[in-house]
């Protein structure tokens, strides 16, 4: 399999920008500005290329709902907010290959009409925020940047915000209430943000990596960017494995690629220990038992056993792992990051991290779990975002699957605590 994504990882020389060019950046905007915009918005509607921020929403069909003949500026927005749990991919992009990322920038602003593009990135990238910042001047001082790019008459200016440090602000509206200069509080949809976005203008707000697929795809076409992956979802995709594997890191796989195969790719399981679970798509996703973890990793493989796809943050758990205390650290994040907006999710995450933890500590009650799933039921379809929801997929699954646990904990058996989860 091509590497689209990661082949210049680990290379620090790659960033720079006659390096990058060498290695094949930039070379795809003369001709994707010799091209109708509309020409390429199909191009990567044909790719079948998915965003690939969590909810996995096919890129082509989002650009094609800006307004046709808008008066108004459209914005393209780049979320870079990568706060969820396990989820490590875009900080990747970032710090080795940022021109990979321009360079889709400016040929999906040129298909969207778009002049003005924001990088809201994760206010604790910092060093990556420098990274992308050098890069950015370089792209400047190269004329990809700025005034009548390669000489075809198209204008871009790309500035990057950074964030401060809130998991939710990487919920688009959120996002645009923080550029905005608001508080990240979500925003009631619709309207979605690609009719009514940033300053109530057209707005498309696009993954890091599902940007960096552009460049790549317009170079060689769709049918080459479909020859892997799935059917409903091509392409290549970077997962980020963590847990309890030899070698933690982000692999570049097929999109179907075998989950057990991704776990091999991370090195494998520590010597001597067993498969118990995987939580397949970062701390919202609902946690899959050993016994559903031989499936692909296509969003719709991982929808049939239960979870999903979403950030594809790997987190693989194996038999050392107490599931009470891994549910407890999904939970307690979950309560520190409600932004308070929705009664529910205030009032909510905060009871569940408070009964999960009552458990861990050995001082539930029996009736705590049928509790525990009346409060999540109570978090689905009531809000304005789904944090909520994604606080409540973690804690169903791990009762549904491990109350065993959950209930010897609360006869004071203990679990054999060799090691933590590294969540
Ligand atoms: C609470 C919450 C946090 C999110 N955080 C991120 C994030 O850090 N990065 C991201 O790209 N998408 C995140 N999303 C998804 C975005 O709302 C949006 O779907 C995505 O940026 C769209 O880009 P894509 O179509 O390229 O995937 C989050 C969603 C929610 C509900």
Same mark, same amino acid.
């Given at each position: *399999?091509?590497?689209?994504? #990661? ?10 920008? +006659? ?7 930039? #070379?795809? &905007? $003369? ?22 921020? !969590? ?58 009409? %778009? ?21 950015? +001047? ?30 939710? %602000? ?30 109530? %203008? ?17 170079? =060689? ?21 963590? !847990? ?5 890191? &982000? ?13 091999? *790719? ?5 010597? !001597?220990?067993? @498969?118990?679970?995987?939580? /397949? ?30 950030? #594809? ?9 107490? *599931? ?15 932004? !308070? ?27 705590? @779990?049928?509790? @525990? ?5 109570? $978090? ?31 006869? =004071? ?6 090691? @933590? /989860?590294?969540?």
């Amino acid at each position: *399999m091509e590497k689209i994504l #990661s082949k210049h990882f680990n290379q620090v020389e790659a960033r720079a920008i +006659d390096v990058s060019i060498a290695n094949g950046r930039y #070379s795809r &905007v $003369a001709k994707a500005l010799s091209m109708k915009p509309d020409e390429i918005t199909s191009v990567i509607k044909e790719s079948g290329l998915r965003g690939r921020g !969590g909810a996995g929403f096919p890129t082509g069909v989002k650009w094609g709902f800006v307004p046709k003949g808008t008066q108004k500026p459209v914005y393209l927005c780049i979320n870079a907010d990568e706060s969820e749990p396990g989820t490590f991919k875009d900080r990747e992009i970032l710090k080795w290959d940022p021109h990979l990322l321009i360079e889709g920038i400016i040929i999906s602003s040129y298909a969207l009409g %778009c002049h003005t593009c924001y990088i809201y990135i994760r206010g604790e990238y910092n060093d990556e925020a420098l990274i992308l910042e050098k890069a950015i +001047d370089e792209a400047y001082e190269k004329k990809y940047l700025g005034k009548n790019i390669a000489g075809k008459g198209f204008d871009l200016n790309v500035y990057v915000h950074r964030g401060a440090g809130a998991y939710i %602000c990487g919920e688009e509206t959120a996002l645009l209430e923080s550029l905005e200069g608001n508080r990240g509080y979500p925003r009631l949809k619709p309207p979605f943000p690609a009719v009514e976005g940033l300053w109530k %203008c057209p707005t498309i707000v696009n993954n890091v990596e599902t940007i960096a697929n552009v460049g790549p795809i317009i170079e =060689h076409g769709a049918a080459w960017y479909k020859q892997w992956g799935s059917e409903k979802c091509p392409g290549t995709r970077l997962f980020a494995v963590s !847990g309890h594997v030899q070698k933690p890191g &982000v692999y570049e796989a097929a999109n179907d690629i075998r989950l057990l195969d991704l776990i091999e *790719m991370a090195g494998g399981l520590r010597s !001597g220990r067993k @498969l118990k679970a995987v939580i /397949p798509g970062g701390a919202s996703a609902p946690v899959l038992p050993a016994h559903l973890c031989d499936i692909k990793m296509d969003p719709e493989s991982i929808a049939q056993a239960g979870s999903m796809a979403g950030s #594809s943050a790997v987190m693989v758990l194996d038999d050392s792992t107490d *599931m009470v205390s891994a549910c407890r650290t999904l939970t307690d994040f979950f309560a520190h990051e409600s932004c !308070g907006q929705c009664t529910p999710c205030r009032e909510g995450s905060p009871w569940l991290a408070k009964l999960i933890r009552r458990i861990d500590q050995g001082e539930g009650k029996a009736s705590d @779990l049928d509790l @525990l799933l009346e409060i999540t039921k109570n $978090a689905v379809g009531r809000t304005i975002c789904v944090f909520s929801e994604a606080n409540a997929a973690p804690v169903q699954s791990f009762i549904k699957y491990f109350s065993d646990e959950f209930l010897a904990r609360m006869k =004071h058996i203990q679990p054999k605590r060799e090691s @933590l /989860p590294v969540l």
